[in-house]
């Protein structure tokens, strides 16, 4: 075998060695910021709620292709023949959600939740359908209730390929696990816009008195003006977009709860995330799609309405602070039709502590 000369040989090394990662960009409780008087869970995300899972598939492809998939799944067993009580809110309904009339009139969910460009529903539909049907104990089965959420992801992502496969879905939902749950521009946020600024996944969580767990995860590509803690954040900032400016968008809020509550107090429960979103900023504009999906995997008797405040404070609270987190991890990306840059750390720390919001060393 011919010697490869040692600087050859260096070059090869240097080829393959890991590039240098960036340094991970910081949630909004790194720097000391809290919204509201509850706790978060251990890990501040929907997946404090024991049982629950995430995963996700990014998908790019050169420039012009910026999407992915986000799957949530309530436990990992077979959740047609384990169903969990469910409900769907509609903020507003400029958008594209399989699933959500029979949530509603049975009160369950039996399908993983999946998250992805709105165009790319159809092939999320039947990749998950196809799924289900092939767990063991579901030979037998002739009809199943996939729901597939969507935001538009057309500024960045050449939305018209529906640039996703089967065995990316299968991927996302096969891959779903417990633990830390990673945020910012990836899975179904890759190719998202919030504020004018980098969107993406999100999640926060809130522990009540007694260890009940209320936790949020948000798909965001909306518009407004950015709230952060009730400080106007977006006014300084104005926009974070290059080339043709994109529209309103969409935001996909899964709630997830160990509390014992029926589907009528999920829905209770659920319209109190849109106290979140409000408080970052929208007025869920005209072409926004805002839907909230909301679960509990607990099956004991429901608990009486007087005792839901809590839940409610928790649903607002987390709401607000996972769609903070998703611009916060996001990381700029440049698409098929612009570029959507990640907000700008520094600034928004100086404007956070122009308006008093950040505790002194706050800042990480």
């Not at 969990?84 to 039996?110: P, W, Y």
């Not at 939305?159 to 417990?178: D, F, H, N, Q």
Request: charged share 20%; with cysteine; aromatic share 4%.
């Amino acid at each position: 075998m011919r010697r490869l000369r040692p600087a050859l040989v260096l070059l090869i090394l240097i080829g393959q060695s890991p590039a240098r990662a960036d340094p991970p960009r910081p949630r909004l409780r790194d720097w000391g910021i809290a919204i509201g008087s509850l706790p978060p869970g251990p890990l501040d995300a929907i997946t404090d709620v024991p049982g629950v899972r995430v995963g996700h598939v990014t998908i790019t492809r050169g420039v012009t292709v910026n999407t992915g998939v986000t799957a949530v799944l309530p436990h990992g067993r077979n959740l047609f023949r384990e169903k969990v009580r469910a409900a769907v809110v509609v903020g507003n309904a400029f958008g594209k959600l399989t699933g959500a009339l029979q949530v509603n009139e049975l009160g369950e969910l039996e399908s993983p939740i999946v998250l992805t460009c709105t165009l790319c529903v159809g092939k999320a539909w039947d990749a998950t359908a196809g799924y289900l049907l092939g767990l063991p104990g579901n030979e037998d089965v002739r009809s199943v209730n996939p729901v597939i959420g969507e935001t538009n992801d057309g500024f960045l992502n050449d939305i018209r390929r529906r640039p996703i496969s089967e065995a990316e879905v299968l991927r996302a939902i096969r891959g779903a696990r417990p633990g830390p749950v990673e945020e910012g521009s990836v899975g179904a946020g890759r190719g998202t816009v919030a504020f004018g600024w980098k969107g993406g996944i999100g999640t926060a969580s809130r522990r009540l008195e007694g260890g009940t767990t209320v936790g949020i995860l948000v798909q965001t590509n909306f518009g407004g003006t950015l709230t952060i803690a009730g400080a106007p954040i977006g006014r300084a900032l104005g926009a974070g977009t290059t080339s043709s400016r994109p529209g309103g968008g969409s935001i996909m809020i899964v709630l997830a709860t160990d509390a014992p509550i029926d589907h009528r107090q999920l829905v209770r429960l659920g319209r109190r995330t849109l106290v979140g979103l409000g408080r970052a900023g929208s007025v869920m504009e005209h072409g926004s799609g805002d839907f909230v999906i909301a679960f509990t995997t607990s099956h004991r008797p429901p608990i009486a309405d007087e005792a839901l405040n809590p839940l409610f404070q928790a649903a607002a609270d987390a709401t607000e602070e996972a769609i903070v987190n998703s611009l916060l991890r996001a990381r700029t990306v440049r698409g098929a039709r612009g570029t959507a840059q990640a907000l700008p750390l520094d600034r928004v720390r100086r404007l956070l502590q122009d308006h008093r919001v950040m505790p002194p060393g706050g800042a990480r």
